[in-house]
Every structure is written in C-alpha cells, then in structure tokens.
C-alpha cells in the first residue's frame, strides 16, 4: 500500500512529456503553490533546514512535484549535513538534465526534471561522502513529492 506523505500541488497521476511542455505559465502558477513554482518553475532555493524531507528518514520513493516523475529512491538518500534532502544517485539518469550554472558567482551543475524541465537543485561531486558514487545530488524539499512505502 502507498500513499502520499501530504496533498501534493499536482494532480495524482503524472504528467506525459508532451503534456508537461504544453504547460502555459500561467498554468504552472495554477497547478503548483507559489513557494513550488518559484523553486521548481523560477530556479528559487528554500532555505536549509526548512524543507519536508531534508531530514526524513522515511522509506519510499521520492517524484516531481510539477509532473509526478519518479527521480530518487530513499534508498539512495544519505545526511549530507547540508540542511537539504541529498540523495547520491537518481533512479534513472534519464529522467535528470543536466545544466551548467553560473549564478552566484561560481560554477555549478544544476539538476532539472527531463520530463517537465523543473528545477530540482544541483549536484555536487568530490566532497569525500562515503556513497557509491561520490556525487550529493542537492534537492529542494518543494520539487520533491515522497510516496512512502508500506512494508
């Protein structure tokens, strides 16, 4: 049995590609709360500690908030002490975009949704976590939606 950790700003059953870029804005700012379109739709960053599931140690499988695609497990999520969920892989490299950033100042990797294009956070490698790969995918609480799994 699953269900949704809370109401989630999307509708239940995900978005298509094709129906995801078919979206107006104007649609997004009806579809999501604003504090999700500004991070998922305008690249904004909740502050640390704040979100959801930055410390949630609950077993499932975390989606898009904006299109309901599947992105990370909790079995890949690990406390990076960075006050946002971290998980070391996604579920499919497929279903992330990859995307220099060059805000702030600095040079990032920024993680998008493939299937809508959202803003998901960024990823970040050579920091010496003891994971499989090394890599802290770094993402906001307010793109993600947890299905918990009933065992």
């Known amino acids: 049995m699953t269900h949704h950790a809370h109401q989630s700003d999307a509708a239940s059953q995900p978005l298509s590609r094709e129906q995801a870029q078919a979206l107006s804005e104007q649609q997004w700012r009806e579809r999501l709360s604003p504090e999700a379109y500004q991070v998922l739709r305008q690249a904004g960053?909740?502050?640390?500690?704040t979100g959801e599931y930055w410390d949630s140690d609950e077993i499932g499988t975390y989606s898009c908030r904006?299109?309901?695609?599947?992105?990370?497990s909790s079995s890949t999520k690990f406390d990076a002490r960075c006050g946002w969920p971290s998980f070391y892989a996604p579920t499919d490299n497929e279903r992330i975009t990859y995307v220099e950033d060059h805000?702030?100042?600095?040079?990032?990797v920024e993680v998008r949704c493939s299937n809508c294009d959202s803003?998901?956070?960024?990823?970040?490698?050579?920091?010496?976590f003891d994971t499989p790969t090394?890599?802290?995918?770094?993402?906001?609480?307010?793109?993600?939606?947890?299905?918990?799994?009933?065992?």
């Open 45 to 49: 960053t909740e502050r640390p500690y």
């Open 119 to 128: 803003h998901l956070g960024h990823v970040f490698a050579g920091e010496g």
């Open 66 to 72: 904006a299109c309901g695609t599947e992105l990370f």
């Open 134 to 151: 090394d890599l802290r995918y770094c993402i906001n609480s307010l793109s993600l939606d947890l299905t918990k799994r009933e065992d």
């Open 103 to 108: 805000s702030l100042g600095m040079t990032r």
